[in-house]
């Protein structure tokens, strides 16, 4: 059983920054990409980020790049999202995502386990 736990989340003044964590169990880990999802109310859940399996290949929303990074450690078993320059429209529960294959995707389909999430407010 596969299960991720978020952290890192939390109210933040806008232009501020935070690095949420999505630990994971499971020896397999390192063999799937790892993908950032995020919904804010009334919204539908989107792409925020995602890293192959190795880490080598990372993939991010057009809105979102140059503000937040995906990084993974897989001997920690634990993917990060720095997220930098936030902005009051960052607000949303963020949740990370097991892929069920190495290479990123921005499908929700293409994940198959999921963490509950962690909220993360943005204040201007």
């Known amino acids: 059983q596969v299960q991720l736990v978020e952290s890192g989340g939390g109210l933040v003044q806008a232009g501020g920054s935070l690095r949420l964590s999505c630990a994971a169990s499971g020896s397999t880990f390192g063999s799937y990409a790892v993908g950032w999802f995020r919904q804010a109310p009334g919204k539908e859940r989107e792409f925020v980020a995602a890293?192959?399996?190795?880490?080598?290949?990372?993939s991010y929303a057009d809105s979102l790049k140059g503000r937040f990074t995906i990084s993974r450690d897989n001997g920690n078993n634990t993917v990060y999202l720095q997220m930098n320059s936030l902005k009051p429209e960052d607000t949303a529960v963020y949740y990370c995502a097991r892929g069920a294959v190495g290479y990123t995707s921005s499908r929700p389909s293409n994940y198959n386990y999921w963490g509950q999430g962690t909220q993360v407010t943005v204040s201007s």
């Open positions: 890293v192959s399996w190795s880490g080598g290949t990372t």
